[in-house]
């Protein structure tokens, strides 16, 4: 399945030059770190939407977009220790072992991408950090320091996250074979179309940061 042509889909990520998104993180990259749901097939459109919904609320509401903004906001004041401390090795609050190995492995990958910025204190005190084992290397922090890096919008960056994240989320649920592409394409494009509000929604409807 692939991410729909849904106006909210593109213009959570089109204003991001392709240059730009490959180091803040490809569809490949994210499936990496989408764990594979267990339990019984998701039989219609509408559990599908269901279950993606609470994964949004519950994941990347609760926990990612908020990691995420903290390590932008760390970065961008080039507070390193504090974003180190962000990201300790045992990183507490990650329950699934397997995802937390995948999310260092990404993150990591998109890490070496921004080395080569040797004059940039903040990247270069964190890789530090990473290679000696301080840091974690997880890969929403890296997300955050990558936006604070290259100077791009919290809002555009959490929405690039999000469309991503939730599209790589449904292409690895277990489906019945009687759900087909066309619905689960529908059920993604209905969650895209909701972004931009939920978005706006976590960091404040008056936040300076909410920008077109």
């Known amino acids: 399945m692939t991410l729909p042509n849904v106006p909210a889909a593109r213009d959570s990520v ?3 030059p392709e240059s730009l998104a490959a180091t803040l993180g490809s569809p490949d990259a994210w499936d990496a770190v989408v764990p594979v749901p267990e339990g019984t097939a998701i039989q219609t459109a509408d559990d599908l939407l269901s279950f993606l919904r609470d ?3 519950g994941v990347l509401v609760a926990r990612e977009l908020p990691l995420i903004r903290k390590a932008w906001e760390l970065a ?3 507070h390193s220790r504090e974003l180190i401390e962000l990201d300790p090795k045992d990183a507490v609050g990650i329950c699934e072992t397997r995802f937390l190995q ?3 492995n990404v993150g990591r990958r998109q890490l070496g991408k921004l080395r080569p910025l040797r004059d940039h204190r903040v990247v270069q005190r964190y890789a530090a950090a990473v290679d000696s084992g301080i840091a974690a290397g997880r890969h929403e922090v890296v997300f955050g320091l990558a936006l604070a890096v290259f100077g791009l919008p919290l809002r555009q960056g959490l929405l690039h ?3 991503r994240t939730l599209a790589g989320f449904a292409q690895r ?3 019945s074979s009687r759900l087909t ?3 689960k394409e529908g059920v993604v494009a209905a969650l895209l179309e909701s972004l931009p509000a939920s978005v706006n929604t ?3 409807e008056s936040s300076p940061l909410v920008v077109a």
Request: charged content about 15%.
């Open 161 to 163: 996250y999000s469309s």
């Open 181 to 183: 592409d066309a619905e």
């Open 102 to 104: 995948a999310s260092r």
């Open 173 to 175: 649920v277990p489906t």
């Open 202 to 204: 976590f960091i404040g």
């Open 76 to 78: 961008s004041i080039g």
């Open 14 to 16: 089109s204003r991001i």
């Open 55 to 57: 994964h949004a609320t």
